[in-house]
């Protein structure tokens, strides 16, 4: 607490040190003694700053206006000035359609169909897509994917049908097939196919397609027995469908898949596929080469690429079309090596089969062996048990047959297993085995019941565009083995064009007795305008909605406009206290409103300056404050901008200073009255104060004033 002392002193007692002026007493006609009235303050410490003060407004930015994208009528406001939309929200809806706030880049422009080309495209994909509604390949062409999970879209939506076309109908029934089942009574199924969504005109732009071109290579080019090749086939550019590539395989080397038939390697199917945009665009297989155990001349494999048929093939074919794998001359230490085989993998009851056990090489005696009998078939019930377990390959010979009668019953059962094993040879103490067991040591055949399930199909209905639905094949009983079954379809409904193509062909799992075959409708009428989505940095608030429901509007009308979420506080200073301003300089808003006064910061400054109304320049800058607050759009706040600051400093009163060119001074008075001027150095000032940085300790008392006057009047 400042402390002021009055003291009076009489003329004549007073010496100004320093200075060594004296002051005398005056004389005149009047005796009556003068004095001095001097106001000393005592030296402090004090927190001083220097603040800034600049008015402010508080606002909501407009961000954007929504134009109409097409000419229609408003049929419906879900908004009002003040709301916030978030996205996912319908905002307004023009000829029944909900515009709905959805993300991107930029506002959609035009409709979009199958076929459609673009950013636009893309830009749709990614919403549908990031929404739920899964698209397998998110890029700038509108495919019948795209269509689907539009449509999907838009009836979760809401949208209603306005389509002119009639309804279509899809029948469904089955086909024969003798040698796997029989066709029941019910056999058909029909449906009824109905609009889902509005049609819309437009033609679609069919992009150009890149042929493939392929060549093929093989990890080695020799391979002995037991060792394996690796075809590989790669394309230049990897293709937007699954590519199928037809192959051709020859040269001496014989295909199959079992050795003890003289067969050198693993078949290679007729054709291999190339999975759609794969990264390595490239598809492999690979080809194991047989151990035989036979004294071979060296052998050959081709595998070569085949052009397809017809008059737009779907890839070319480069300069390595075609690839030669060497197998080399083999044999050596060859011994007995018994493989057995049966003649078929099925046989019908009443029939028999027969087992081939055929030796590696020729022997110069007979070559005695033991086989087993297993499976899930019963011997004396579903086949006749062979007399002996121990058969003979004659001198000479590469092989002998093991003949076993199957049984016929009149039993529905399933398919069962017999196997014929070879065992290994036993030969008396201090004697060679006679044989040895070669790769195949067991055949298995399947023994097929001849009684045939019974099928039928039920299903039917109507179905909406853009659904799916299914009929069933039920038989009787369950099937034995994986079994095709087959079906038409008919009726004003085309397959493929109406609803994703069916084969006519289904397979039914073995043991199970029945399978459903899905109807995938296709939404032929959907199409997408450029009003159903708006594109913007949502959530944002409306800021005014323009336009009336029933009202007509057309193309470009501005419907409403966006405002930012929140509230903005924005300064304008002049160029002056804009030269003392910075980006991070700590504020306080006063927002004289409910008496709140908040923290913050400045967070933006113009660089450049704009014309105020009068004509001068202005830079505005936006504040950043700490904590919720009320306020309303154009409301006035002040704000202070503390520029400088010093703590806890050495200050006195700014009239205790005396200021001259030779430097500042004050005026220090001691106890016994005595006036000292220091020198002394300032630093901040804050209204009446400023800060000394040198000259004081602290602990004196400086000179605020000095008046003159007589005792009386000074007591």
């Not at 389509?163 to 899809?170: F, G, H, K, P």
């Not at 155990?293 to 081709?302: F, R, V, W, Y």
């Not at 070559?367 to 007399?387: E, H, M, R, Y």
Request: proline share 4%.
């Amino acid at each position: 607490m400042s402390s002021i002392k009055k003291i009076s002193l009489v003329i004549g007692l007073v010496a100004i040190v320093g200075t060594a002026v004296f002051i005398g007493r005056q004389s005149g006609g009047d005796s009556t003694n003068n004095t001095l009235l001097i106001t000393p303050r005592a030296v402090e410490r004090r927190d001083l700053s220097d603040v800034l003060t600049v008015s402010g407004e508080v606002r909501r930015d407009e961000t954007k206006k929504i134009n109409s994208a097409v000419d229609g009528k408003v049929s419906q406001i879900n908004v009002e000035d003040g709301d916030t939309v978030e996205v996912g929200d319908g905002v307004f809806a023009l000829d029944g359609r909900t515009a709905v706030a959805v993300p991107g880049d930029f506002s959609f422009y035009r409709e979009l169909t199958v076929g459609s080309v673009g950013p636009d495209v893309l830009q749709l994909e990614t919403i549908l897509n990031d929404s739920g509604y899964k698209i397998r390949d998110v890029d700038t062409l509108f495919t019948e994917d795209t269509r689907s999970a539009l449509a999907s879209w838009q009836f979760d939506r809401g949208y209603s049908g306005s389509s002119n076309e009639n309804d279509e109908t899809i029948t469904a029934s089955l086909s024969p097939n003798g040698a796997a089942y029989s066709v029941g009574r019910e056999n058909t199924a029909a449906f009824i196919v109905t609009q889902a969504v509005p049609t819309a005109s437009g033609t679609g732009l069919r992009p150009m397609v890149n042929k493939p071109i392929l060549n093929i290579s093989v990890d080695k080019t020799s391979v002995n027995e037991g060792g394996s090749a690796t075809f590989t086939i790669t394309s230049d550019i990897a293709p937007t469908s699954d590519l199928t590539i037809a192959l051709n395989t020859g040269g001496s080397a014989t295909a199959g898949d079992d050795p003890a038939n003289d067969d050198d390697y693993d078949t290679i199917l007729g054709s291999v596929t190339l999975p759609a945009n794969d990264a390595c665009k490239c598809v492999s297989f690979t080809s194991n080469v047989f151990v035989d155990n036979t004294i071979e001349d060296e052998e050959d494999i081709t595998v070569a690429m085949t052009t397809q048929f017809g008059n737009d093939p779907t890839y070319a074919l480069g300069n390595t079309n075609q690839i030669r794998v060497v197998i080399p001359a083999n044999g050596s230490e060859l011994r007995p090596l018994l493989t057995v085989k049966a003649s078929s993998e099925t046989i019908s009851e009443g029939s028999s089969v027969t087992f081939t056990v055929r030796t590696s090489v020729k022997s110069n005696r007979d070559i005695k062996f033991n086989v087993t009998l297993s499976g899930s078939a019963s011997q004396d019930v579903d086949f006749l048990t062979p007399d002996a377990d121990t058969y003979t390959i004659n001198a000479g010979d590469y092989s002998v047959d093991v003949q076993i009668q199957i049984r016929r019953d009149d039993t529905v059962e399933p398919d069962e297993k017999l196997v014929l094993t070879l065992t290994a040879d036993t030969p008396p103490s201090g004697k060679t085995e006679r044989y040895f067991l070669g790769d195949t040591t067991n055949a298995e055949v399947t023994i097929q019941s001849e009684d045939l399930p019974e099928l039928k199909l039920v299903g039917g209905g109507t179905v909406a565009e853009g659904r799916t639905t299914s009929f069933r094949i039920i038989a009787d009983a369950p099937v034995t083995d994986d079994t095709s079954v087959n079906y038409q379809l008919s009726g004003t409904a085309q397959n493929g064009a109406d609803y994703k193509a069916l084969s006519g062909t289904i397979i039914m799992k073995a043991g199970s007795s029945s399978v459903t075959v899905p109807i995938n409708v296709i939404n032929d009428d959907v199409t997408f305008k450029p009003s159903d989505m708006l594109v913007a940095d949502w959530p944002a608030r409306i800021g005014k909605v323009e336009v009336d429901e029933g009202e007509f509007v057309l193309q470009g009308n501005v419907v409403l406009s966006l405002t930012e979420p929140q509230f903005t506080i924005t300064m304008k200073v002049s160029p002056t206290d804009r030269a003392e301003l910075e980006v991070g300089q700590a504020v306080s808003v006063d927002l004289k409103v409910g008496g709140q006064i908040l923290p913050g910061t400045i967070s933006e400054l113009d660089d450049s300056a704009t014309v105020g109304s009068a004509g001068e320049e202005l830079y505005e800058g936006t504040i950043t404050v700490t904590g919720e607050f009320s306020a309303v759009d154009g409301a006035t706040v002040s704000i202070d901008v503390t520029l400088d600051e010093a703590l806890q400093v050495l200050a006195v009163p700014v009239a205790a200073v005396l200021r001259s060119a030779d430097g500042d001074e004050v005026r220090i008075v001691n106890d016994a009255g005595t006036i000292t001027r220091v020198k002394v150095t300032i630093g901040l000032i804050d209204g009446e104060w400023v800060e000394i940085k040198d000259g004081l300790k602290g602990d004196e008392l400086v000179v605020v004033d000095i008046a003159s006057g007589n005792v009386a009047s000074a007591a």
